[in-house]
Every structure is written in structure tokens, then in C-alpha cells.
């Protein structure tokens, strides 16, 4: 399939669907005599966080107003759900929210409900829409983002169910999208799209197509506008941003984009994800030297047997993942190095399993996202016949968790006693008064701060500053602000 490489040159029928639903949503304004509101509710990676923020500033440019309750998604005139068909009970959540909206809808018939995300690439998902839930008004999928002014317009005018399910590989540069960017201080960048890999078990390249990089020259230029507007983090995003340019003509890799964002010089340059097969040495270098790019390694395993690996279609053995794991640990002084990994892969066998634990015990992973293996339909691994049985795939997971779980703490006892600069990202949950924040090495901080030293009516989000931790837990260590670092 061609990639469609759209910019804001050639978006006329974007621009005048986007007028026509202003004209619209005003005029519904008028006849309720105040502001229309939307909400937007996103499960899923940060590359539907990015897509949100995307669909977001496309709502607001009709002139809608977030709703200003906090929370309550169904009180919106706009409903959206950007859903996600990795993480656990995703259909539960979607059609548990369904069921929600349809009271909206009963008591006002100009809501609208409109469902997009990965979850819109399995066709029974959208049958049972189509079947169960007729008041929604539109469905469509991540390849199809770049449309939705045009498809929301649509769905109006003919007033009943629109689903555009369909497959183009779009890769959209310069202005295209206005962008609602979610965090003041933390600006999420795809520097490429899709997937090549195929992972027998993933939903991925089928939801999102084939695997595509930006334009360096667009990224480097998005980057730059966003450091000049006082973004302090930015986060590099893709699949596999290892592979970042295969298939442009310019010759530039992943590590050209890195290197690009560090001499921008934002206080932190952040990347995910990467895949073992294709991360270089250049990259691991340019983490250790460059003092603005991250300490943290996502690098997913998978599991530690390489009989599942090899079904897994994720081509390195865990002899060369456990390789790269002692690299980045030699070389990136402080580093953390997190990971993924799926127990109850079709085929795993309790020798499987106990190589995994191995495995993770050996890459002292600092954190991991832990999955049970669910299928999904339409990928290779649903139709292998070795499932594994619930009960034996809950029992392991437990068994890996105690493991993970144990080694995430005591790299958390390690940072007891010491310092370290902290981005601040607002209040924590942890109490009233307390503070939340990441480290360069990506562990989540819980801090106070000496009244003599708090700033007046200030608001804390995206300053930097040095906590002394004093307390270690599973997750997260605790501390106390010594000073800020960014004044
Ligand atoms: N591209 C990333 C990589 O390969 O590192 C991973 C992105 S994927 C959206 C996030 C994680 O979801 C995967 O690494 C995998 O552990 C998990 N995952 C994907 N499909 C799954 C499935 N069918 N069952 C359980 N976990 C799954
Ligand atoms: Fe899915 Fe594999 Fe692609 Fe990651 S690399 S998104 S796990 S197919
Ligand atoms: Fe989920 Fe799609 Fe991301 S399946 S994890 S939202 S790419």
C-alpha cells in the first residue's frame, strides 16, 4: 500500500468540514443558550495520548469548550472515546461507557457519541456497535485521523450511524492538525507511524498500518517551535523509533533525531519504545553522554525462552537481549531499563515460564508492564491451537509479579539517601501538600515542600528542582525539595 503523505497545503476539504461544523455547532449553541462542551476519554499508549490531543484540538477548532466536569465524560454535548485493544477488559470499559452514554443521549438527542481508537480494527467490536448501540454516532480508526472533521461533518448531514473502518497508511507533517497539547511542560512528538513487525500476538500493525517515518526537516522544525514555546521535556514517539527512517531517502536514523533534540536543548529528551532488534550502539552512547536525554530504557522482552520468542515472531534470543541489557547498564550510568512481557503466550510451558523468571531476574528490570496473554482476533497467535488454560496463566503472572515487584523496590531502596533533579509534574495523589515528579532515569517522586522555600501562588507544573529521597516504596520513592534548579 502507498503512504499518502498529507500536509496543511492540501487540506481543503479538511478546512472547509471544519468551518461547516463551526457554523453548526454554533448555531446549536444558540438554540441552548450556552457553550457547547466535548470530553474525550483515552485508554491506551502515549501514542493515543498524542492522537487525543490531536482529535482535541480539532473539537476545540469547531468551538467547543472542554466540559468543566472534571470526570464525568456522559455530561458532554461531545462524547469521545479514543479506545486502546492491548490493555486488559478493553471491551469491558468501552461498552460498560456505552451503556452510560445512552441515558445522555435519551435526555438530550444532540449529543453526540463517537467511538475511535485501535479496539475500531476488530470488525466484532464494531458489529456489536452497529448492532447494540445505535445512537453512536461515529466510529472510525487510527488510520483515519487525519479525516475526522470530514467524517464528523458527514455524519451529521446524514444523520444516522457513520463507520469508516478503512486502511490508509497517511503520515501528516507540518501544521497539519492544531494540536491541544495536554501537559504544559511535556510535548508528545511521533516522529513515525505504524508497525512492520508483526508480533504473532499484536493488534498493532493492523490498527495502526504499515510502518512510516516523518520528514527529519518537519521534525526538527516541530521540535524547535515547541522548545521556543517553553516546552521543557519532549517525547519522541513510535512503535519502534529504532527504525526511524528505513524507507526515507535522507539517510537520517533515530539516533540523528536524538542527537537533533538534545542540541535543541530541552532539559530532557525522552523516546519510546524500542525494539531489541534495532537499537544501536550509537543510541546507547548518546544516552550515556548526552546529560538531557533520558536515563531510562524501554526495551520490551517478551519473555526469556527462545522457543516462544521465535513464536512470538520477535527475532533476537534472550542470550542478545540480556546482551544489550548489560550494555546499557555498563554504559548509562544510573540508567533504569523497563520492559514488557506477556506470561501464557500459546505453547509456554513451565520450563518456558521459569526461563522468564530467570531472565528477569538476571536484567533487574527497574520496572515492568506485566501482561496475561489475551487474544486477539485476526492476529497469527489466535489461531494456535496451545492455548494456555486461565487458571495457569493467572498462577504464573502471580508468581512473575512477586518477582518483578521485589526488584522494582530495592532499585528503589538504592536511591535512599541520595539526590536527584526532579521534573515536576503537579500534586500528587499521595496526599494533600505532596508533589509529584519523574527523575531523569524515569522513577516517580513523591515530595514535600519546606514552607520557606514554597513560592507564592505559583503554579509547580514543569519547574525543576532537587528532592533528598527519604523513603522507598513498590512504585515510587518519597522525598523532601532542597531547592529549585531551574532559577
Ligand atoms: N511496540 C512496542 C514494542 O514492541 O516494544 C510495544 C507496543 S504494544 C502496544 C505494548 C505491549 O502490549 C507489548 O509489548 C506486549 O507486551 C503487550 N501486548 C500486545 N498484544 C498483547 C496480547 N495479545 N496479549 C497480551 N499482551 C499484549
Ligand atoms: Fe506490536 Fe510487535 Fe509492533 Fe510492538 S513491535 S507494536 S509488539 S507488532
Ligand atoms: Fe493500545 Fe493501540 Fe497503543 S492497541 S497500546 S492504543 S497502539
Same mark, same amino acid.
Given at each position: 500500500m502507498s503512504i499518502v503523505k498529507i500536509d496543511s497545503n492540501d487540506n481543503t476539504e479538511f478546512k472547509s468540514a471544519t468551518e461547516e461544523l463551526g457554523v453548526y455547532f454554533s448555531s446549536l449553541a444558540a438554540k441552548k443558550g450556552r457553550k457547547i462542551t466535548y470530553n474525550v476519554l483515552t485508554y491506551g499508549c502515549q501514542l493515543n495520548e498524542s492522537d487525543s490531543e490531536k482529535l482535541e484540538g480539532m473539537l476545540m477548532s469547531?468551538?467547543?469548550?472542554?466540559?468543566?466536569?472534571?470526570?464525568?465524560?456522559?455530561?458532554?454535548?461531545?462524547? @469521545?472515546? #479514543?479506545?486502546?485493544?492491548?490493555?486488559?477488559? &478493553?471491551?469491558?470499559?468501552? !461498552?460498560?461507557?456505552?451503556?452510560?452514554? $445512552?441515558?445522555?443521549?435519551?435526555q438530550d438527542k444532540d449529543t453526540i457519541v463517537i467511538i475511535c481508537g485501535c479496539m475500531m480494527k476488530v470488525e466484532e467490536n464494531v458489529e456489536r456497535i452497529r448492532r447494540s448501540y445505535p445512537y453512536v454516532d461515529l466510529v472510525f480508526d487510527p488510520q483515519q485521523i487525519h479525516r475526522f472533521p470530514v467524517l464528523?461533518?458527514?455524519?451529521?448531514?446524514?444523520?444516522?450511524? @457513520?463507520? #469508516?473502518?478503512?486502511?490508509?497508511?497517511?503520515? &501528516?507533517?507540518?501544521?497539519? !492538525?492544531?494540536?491541544?497539547?495536554?501537559? $504544559?511542560?511535556?510535548?508528545?512528538?511521533?516522529?513515525?507511524?505504524?508497525?512492520?513487525?508483526?508480533?504473532?500476538?499484536?493488534?498493532?500493525?493492523?490498527?495502526?498500518?504499515?510502518?512510516r517515518?516523518?520528514?527529519?526537516?518537519?521534525?526538527?522544525?516541530?521540535?524547535?517551535?515547541?522548545?521556543?514555546r517553553g516546552y521543557k521535556e519532549v517525547m519522541l514517539l513510535g512503535q519502534n523509533v529504532n527504525s526511524y527512517g528505513l524507507n526515507n531517502e535522507d539517510g537520517k536514523t533515530f539516533k540523528d533525531v536524538l542527537e537533533a533534540a538534545s542540541d535543541i536543548g530541552f532539559n530532557r529528551v525522552r523516546f519510546m519504545s524500542s525494539h531489541p532488534k534495532d537499537l544501536s550502539d550509537e543510541v546507547i552512547d548518546l544516552m550515556a553522554t548526552r546529560p538531557n536525554i533520558e536515563k531510562h530504557l524501554h526495551l520490551a522482552m517478551q519473555s526469556g525462552s527462545n522457543k516462544v520468542l521465535k513464536r512470538m515472531n520477535r527475532p533476537y534470543s534472550i542470550e542478545q537481549f540480556l546482551d544489550i541489557a548489560s550494555k546499557f547498564r555498563s554504559k548509562v550510568e544510573g540508567g533504569s531499563l523497563t520492559t514488557d512481557i506477556i506470561v501464557g503466550f500459546p505453547g509456554e510451558t513451565e520450563e518456558d515460564f521459569c526461563e522468564t523468571l530467570k531472565a528477569v531476574e538476571k536484567a533487574a528490570f527497574d520496572a515492568a508492564f506485566t501482561f496475561q496473554y489475551s487474544i486477539r482476533p485476526g492476529t497469527k497467535a489466535a489461531a494456535y491451537e496451545d492455548q494456555i488454560p486461565k487458571d495457569v496463566v493467572t498462577e504464573r503472572f502471580d508468581r512473575l509479579l512477586k518477582i518483578q515487584n521485589d526488584l522494582a523496590f530495592k532499585s528503589n531502596e538504592d536511591k535512599v539517601g541520595k539526590t536527584f533533579e526532579v521534573l515536576i509534574e503537579g500534586m500528587s495523589k499521595a496526599g494533600k501538600g505532596t508533589y509529584t515528579g519523574r527523575t531523569l532515569?524515569?522513577?516517580?517522586?513523591?515530595?514535600?515542600?519546606?514552607?520557606?522555600?514554597?513560592?507564592?501562588?505559583?503554579?509547580?507544573?514543569?519547574?525543576?528542582?532537587?528532592?533528598?529521597?527519604?523513603?522507598?516504596?513498590?512504585?515510587?520513592?518519597?522525598?523532601?525539595?532542597?531547592?529549585?534548579?531551574?532559577?
Open positions: 469547531f468551538g467547543l469548550t472542554h466540559t468543566e466536569e472534571e470526570g464525568e465524560l456522559a455530561k458532554a454535548d461531545v462524547i @469521545l472515546m #479514543n479506545t486502546c485493544s492491548v490493555r486488559e477488559n &478493553a471491551d469491558k470499559h468501552l !461498552f460498560g461507557n456505552l451503556g452510560v452514554f $445512552k441515558s445522555s443521549v435519551k464528523l461533518r458527514d455524519s451529521l448531514r446524514k444523520s444516522k450511524q @457513520l463507520v #469508516n473502518i478503512g486502511a490508509i497508511d497517511y503520515i &501528516a507533517e507540518d501544521d497539519y !492538525f492544531p494540536i491541544a497539547r495536554q501537559r $504544559k511542560f511535556r510535548a508528545l512528538v511521533p516522529i513515525m507511524y505504524g508497525c512492520n513487525n508483526f508480533c504473532t500476538y499484536c493488534i498493532v500493525p493492523y490498527a495502526r498500518g504499515r510502518e517515518s516523518r520528514n527529519f526537516d518537519n521534525i526538527v522544525i516541530e521540535l524547535k517551535d515547541l522548545y521556543s532515569s524515569n522513577h516517580l517522586v513523591n515530595f514535600t515542600i519546606p514552607e520557606d522555600i514554597m513560592p507564592q501562588d505559583e503554579d509547580l507544573e514543569g519547574r525543576l528542582g532537587i528532592v533528598r529521597i527519604d523513603h522507598a516504596r513498590p512504585y515510587s520513592i518519597d522525598g523532601v525539595l532542597e531547592r529549585f534548579s531551574d532559577v
